[in-house]
């Protein structure tokens, strides 16, 4: 049995990619089982993806904590703890990365025992479109596996992006098809695992009972949520251009579902440990005065004016 695990971002694709690989499989003549998992239903939080796929009927369920094959959309998801990316990670599993750092790169950073690779970036000409990487790394997974032919992956495309229209179709089956040739060197690299069986269920662990006057009150008492760093989801972050900033905080920090737009001497400053980067500010800013620009290059530009400071309770 394959197993495969898709992992990224909300918006980027992983429940669609997950699918195109398993009608894919389908279309093979396989068993198949496909579903994502994922919390929050938010733009930017991680989630996954897995795919199984057999000769046979398969009885396992749930995630896949021994995978064949590990896909990330997402470079930055691979250093963060709560994605699990690396679970389950040996000698046997395959990790195919969608990122603009060399596979050398990343083998260093993470000593990993199996098989690193990372997805092609388009030849000279081309550009990347964020839109269709679920698609790339479905495609790119269709060839790593190695029993999933171009015509099977083409007709699965179709098949799930259909509703959407031709033109997304085609610009999908494109992209799909160009990482599935770009990742023909390593054909077949994915293997199934001899050892077929699941890692074993945990133990059954008995716990004692707290009597409700320990329990209740922390459940329902405010700020016991400080310590959840929700800002870890963002793939865009709001940042706030005082010089055009009309004071009118009432706006933006009434509309920010997080509460994560704090007030003081009458000028909205935004808790970037709790924003998730919904971009609701943005939007609804009258002056706009609240701009979106990437995480990436937000970490590594000065703190912007009204930041807290990480870690700071707010």
């Known amino acids: 049995m394959y197993r495969i695990r898709f992992h990224g971002r909300g918006g980027q694709g992983m429940k669609t990619a997950s699918r195109i690989l398993g009608s894919a499989f389908f279309g093979e003549g ?19 993806a ?38 389950g990670l040996d000698a046997h599993a395959v990790l195919l990365i969608d990122s603009a750092e060399a596979p050398k790169t990343w083998r260093r950073r993470l000593n990993l025992a199996g098989p690193l690779l990372v997805l092609p970036k388009p030849s000279a000409g081309e550009t990347s479109d964020l839109r269709f990487v679920g698609a790339a790394c479905a495609g790119a997974a269709a060839r790593l596996v190695g029993a999933v032919g171009r015509a099977a992956l083409a007709a699965a495309v179709e098949a799930e992006i259909a ?8 610009d999908n089956r494109r992209v799909a098809l160009a990482a599935y040739d770009a990742m023909a060197p390593h054909a077949g690299s994915v293997t199934e695992r001899e050892d077929a069986a699941e890692a074993a269920a945990p133990g059954w662990i008995d716990l004692p009972l707290e009597a409700a006057g320990v ?6 008492a405010a700020l016991t949520s400080v ?10 972050r709001p940042v706030i251009d005082y010089d055009r900033c009309r004071g009118c905080w009432w706006v933006c920090s009434t509309f920010c579902p997080d509460d ?18 919904c971009m609701i500010c943005v939007a609804q800013c009258p002056p706009h005065a609240i701009e979106a620009i990437p995480e990436t290059t937000a970490a590594s530009a000065p703190a912007p004016e009204g930041a807290r400071p990480a870690g700071e309770a707010p």
């Open 30 to 48: 396989f068993e198949v089982q496909d579903a994502p998992r994922y919390g929050a239903e938010r733009r930017g939080a991680p989630i996954f």
């Open 50 to 87: 897995y795919v199984r796929a057999a000769r046979d009927p398969i009885h396992e369920r749930g995630p896949i904590p021994r995978p064949d094959l590990v896909v990330v959309a997402d470079d930055s998801l691979v250093g963060l703890p709560a994605a699990g990316v690396l679970e």
């Open 163 to 170: 509703p959407l229209g031709a033109a997304l179709v085609e």
């Open 215 to 220: 329990s209740a009150p922390a459940i329902h």
């Open 227 to 236: 310590e959840v760093r929700t800002g870890l989801w963002r793939s865009l």
């Open 260 to 277: 994560a737009i704090l007030v003081s001497d009458d000028r909205p400053r935004i808790d970037y440990d709790h924003c998730k980067g």
